[in-house]
């Protein structure tokens, strides 16, 4: 069993930003923290005070996470970044709202007092008889503290007050993870009870004044029957104060939802994927696909998204995609009448065929689209064709300056997006052969189902409409106008590039629609493109015609490549690596750039991307953690450490430095789903370096001594290629089928009625009969293996109660 509370998060705009630039405007963006560990940073958007984002994540966490916050910086190219203003949402606040969080919401003030982080190891004790007894507190150590020096770290003590009376600690110097095995006592003063025991934590400064860590409040009454307490408490902030900026900070809007997900053992789901399994099937003797229609017809507008793209997830692992995918096209056709409105709105076959090419051609769209969108990016040419929307500018060299007319630029226009429309059509031409056979087959079903249901002359297009709907509608074209969002670039395009992609966009969807009378009627001043969209509707015809020429045979192992396991590369790219072994030094030289490719077993590393040289490899299976390294370290907070074992048992470090916090998070959440089964995890590490003759973290002198901070595996970004989880998918399925088991009922007794009044069988029978009557069986068995797992689960958090009151 294993809990997991996946946030998804949504950052859709700003609005009324303060100006910080002296251009009157701001260059703002966002950086995620959960527990103030920024995990994701948002585009700049430049020159607007009210930027739009329109980024989402998925975000797995512990269930013991605290807060989401979300910081607005401007971005500064000489200076530091100017803090704007956060919003902070506690778990509670997500948990009291399952459906979700969406709205506008204020900026507040950034206040030092309250960007606290951290924990501190404590013993509290009660000593003595009942005439004259003393409180002791025993200060051990902290982890995690906040960053307040310009150094990068802090220089704590801690300070101990009760009934008036103060102790102080020592200073350790440049260390968030300080350690001081000092110990306090007190006179505990019977009358005074309800006076609290408060250690607080503070970063020495020499010049300026101390800044605030964080504290602790104990209750006295609590602690005398416990007698003693010892353990790792979160520090806390100091009282909010009234913020003199509230209301003029701005606003964010913003969509989360938290779901906490309890997955049972695999054994539990058996019988609920074998019966969705057995929905796609044909041995149900005339059931088949009746859950699935079921499904179908009850799922709402909002969660449909969701739905399809689980329940893709689930078939794909399964081996039954295409099988999946054949049905809901069934169903689809049966609901159609008009050829033009096929698979144009937002139903279950459409959203689960979106999802499939998200993620099984994830690979195949960089390799088409990729080329040509960098080039883009990298020309940075003007284009327009609305003449409402042309820019006229002075052209020529210096004394010959002449001004551009409307017809020079979008002459100059059509030339740019033409070149770039034959260098797409060209790359998608030639991928055929290199279209992953899942995707192949699934469009030949398409292809051979639509043909069959309109086997009319005057319908002989619908069947390559049909394909480029999904093909270049729902994915070529919405990768084009947001590329960061398919992970073809890593930042949002400026206002040029964005506008030139958008009509790149426009002419792919007009070729995808093969009519170019259409396109005239609605946007005339494509017109310029039109040649060049002909002649892309003739290609794109006879490269459908080969994409789905396949046959079943093919692919002699298309059930594996239909369960994504043997997609080989998970993540690869350039890094700087910094390598060192447990008896070694770590030596002042520089990073250096390897070529670094994640795989199903392995992380290898070379010089160069196609190096023939010698490749160096980890077995993923000997990695012990995966974890950030502190700023202080390298002077970058980009870096992370890998640490594995050898054969021979000693620890070896690899430290890899990452170009943005974002690239920082993307490989660490990699790696850390890859190494999901290790067995011989470290619970603890050391978030620094050992040089000299210390840890820079904790000032250790003993190189293997235990680690002065807990590991954070559960920390990791849901990305496209994850690996597959049976499980967790049947446990989101089941959670929606008991959202809209209701509804199922309700429709499973229309149909049985319908069934009888047909003299079909008795009312009995057919539910025997009946795979609807199955599914709510199923439901149950798993709703109360559910409760007696909650059961259990409340009453292992009594006793724990219990005993601490004891």
């Known amino acids: 069993m294993a809990k997991r509370s996946t946030l998804f998060i949504r950052i859709v705009e700003g609005k009324n930003l303060p100006v910080k630039d002296i251009t009157g405007s701001s260059d703002p963006y966002c950086v995620v923290r959960i527990d103030n560990e920024a995990i994701i940073r948002t585009a700049t958007i430049w020159k607007t005070l009210s930027p739009f984002w329109g980024e989402e994540y998925n975000v797995h966490l512990p269930p013991s996470f605290h807060t989401v916050s979300f910081h607005v910086l401007d971005e500064d190219s000489l200076s530091r970044d100017d803090v704007i203003g956060k919003v902070s949402i506690t778990k509670e606040a997500l948990a009291a709202k399952p459906q979700g969080l969406d709205g506008w919401v204020s900026l507040t003030e950034i206040d030092p007092d309250e960007e606290v982080q951290g924990e501190i190891h404590l013993q509290i004790a009660v000593l003595g008889d009942q005439g004259a007894r003393k409180l002791r507190c025993q200060v051990f150590e902290a982890r995690d503290l906040a960053r307040k020096d310009r150094n990068g770290a802090s220089d704590p003590f801690v300070r101990v007050r009760y009934n008036g009376k103060t102790h102080e600690s020592t200073v350790v110097k440049k260390s968030c993870y300080p350690r001081w095995n000092e110990s306090f006592e007190f006179d505990l003063d019977e009358a005074?009870?309800?006076?609290?025991?408060s250690v607080e934590v503070w970063d020495w400064d020499l010049v300026s004044k101390n800044d605030f860590l964080g504290k602790v409040l104990f209750?006295?009454?609590?602690?005398?029957?416990?007698?003693?307490?010892?353990?790792?408490?979160?520090?806390?902030?100091?009282?909010?104060?009234?913020?003199?900026?509230?209301?003029?900070?701005?606003?964010?809007?913003l969509q989360l939802r938290l779901r906490d997900e309890t997955v049972l053992p695999s054994s539990h789901y058996q019988p609920l994927t074998e019966l969705m399994c057995q929905s796609v099937g044909t041995n149900l003797n005339g059931n088949r696909s009746d859950l699935i229609m079921l499904i179908d017809e009850t799922t709402t507008a909002e969660g449909r998204q969701e739905v399809a793209t689980n329940l893709v997830k689930l078939f794909l692992g399964q081996g039954l995609a295409l099988e999946f995918l054949d049905v809901l096209f069934t169903l689809e056709l049966e609901?159609?009448?008009e050829p033009n409105t096929l698979f144009r709105s937002n139903s279950l076959a459409s959203k689960s065929m979106e999802s499939f090419l998200k993620v099984a051609g994830m690979q195949y769209l960089h390799r088409v689209l990729g080329p040509t969108v960098n080039r883009v990016f990298e020309e940075k040419k003007y284009v327009e064709l609305d003449p409402n929307k042309v820019e006229l500018k002075e052209a020529g060299c210096t004394?010959?300056?002449?001004?551009?007319?409307?017809?020079?630029?979008?002459?100059?226009?059509?030339?740019?997006?033409?070149?770039?429309?034959?260098?797409?059509?060209?790359a998608i031409m030639l991928s055929a052969s290199h279209c992953p056979p899942a995707l192949r087959h699934a469009f030949r079903q398409l292809y051979q189902r639509v043909q069959a249901h309109f086997p009319e002359k005057e319908y002989r297009k619908v069947k390559f409409i049909a394909v480029t709907s999904f093909l270049c509608l729902r994915f070529f074209s919405p990768a084009i106008m947001s590329p960061k969002l398919f992970h073809l670039r890593e930042k949002h395009p400026d206002a040029r590039t964005s506008r030139t992609l958008l009509l790149l966009a426009k002419a792919v969807q007009n070729i995808g629609n093969l009519d170019t009378l259409a396109c005239r009627s609605k946007e005339p001043w494509m017109v310029p493109l039109q040649p060049a969209i002909q002649q892309g509707i003739s290609q794109l015809k006879d490269f459908i015609t080969q994409l789905v020429s396949c046959e079943e045979g093919d692919d002699p192992d298309l059930q594996h490549s239909l369960s994504l396991q043997s997609s080989v590369i998970l993540k690869e790219g350039f890094l700087f690596l910094h390598k060192t072994k447990d008896k070694s030094m770590l030596i002042a030289s520089p990073f250096k750039k390897y070529y670094v490719s994640l795989a199903r077993d392995t992380l290898s590393y070379t010089r160069t991307q196609n190096s023939k040289q010698k490749i160096s490899f980890i077995t993923l299976q000997k990695i012990r953690a995966v974890e950030k390294v502190e700023e202080k370290s390298f002077g970058s907070s980009n870096v992370m450490q890998i640490i594995s074992s050898e054969d021979n048992g000693q620890l070896e470090t690899l430290y890899l430095m990452c170009k943005s916090v974002n690239e920082l998070n993307q490989w660490l959440s990699a790696l850390r789903k890859a190494c999901i089964h290790n067995t011989e995890t470290m619970s603890s590490y050391h978030p620094g370096i050992y040089k000299g003759d210390k840890w820079s973290c904790c000032h250790q002198k003993d190189k293997t001594a235990v680690?002065?901070?807990?590991?954070?595996?559960?920390?990791?970004?849901?990305?496209?290629?994850?690996?597959?989880?049976?499980?967790?998918?049947?446990?989101?399925?089941?959670?929606h089928l008991m959202s809209v088991q209701q509804a199922m009922r309700e429709k499973h007794q229309e149909r049985i009625q319908q069934e009888k009044s047909n003299d079909q069988g008795s009312t009995s029978e057919l539910e025997k009969q009946d795979v609807a009557t199955r599914l709510f069986k199923v439901l149950q068995d798993l709703q109360e293996a559910h409760a007696a797992v909650e059961r259990a689960e409340q009453s292992k958090n009594k006793n724990f109660l219990l005993e601490l009151q004891t």
């Open 192 to 197: 005074s009870a309800d006076t609290p025991l």
């Open 399 to 426: 004394g010959l300056h002449r001004l551009q007319t409307e017809a020079d630029v979008i002459q100059q226009s059509t030339t740019h997006l033409q070149s770039y429309l034959t260098e797409l059509l060209h």
């Open 335 to 337: 609901k159609t009448s």
């Open 707 to 735: 680690g002065c901070d807990k590991t954070r595996h559960g920390v990791t970004l849901q990305e496209w290629n994850d690996p597959l989880d049976p499980d967790l998918e049947s446990q989101l399925i089941f959670r």
């Open 219 to 253: 209750n006295i009454n609590r602690l005398q029957s416990a007698e003693q307490v010892e353990g790792w408490f979160r520090l806390s902030p100091d009282k909010p104060k009234h913020s003199q900026y509230e209301g003029t900070l701005g606003s964010l809007r």
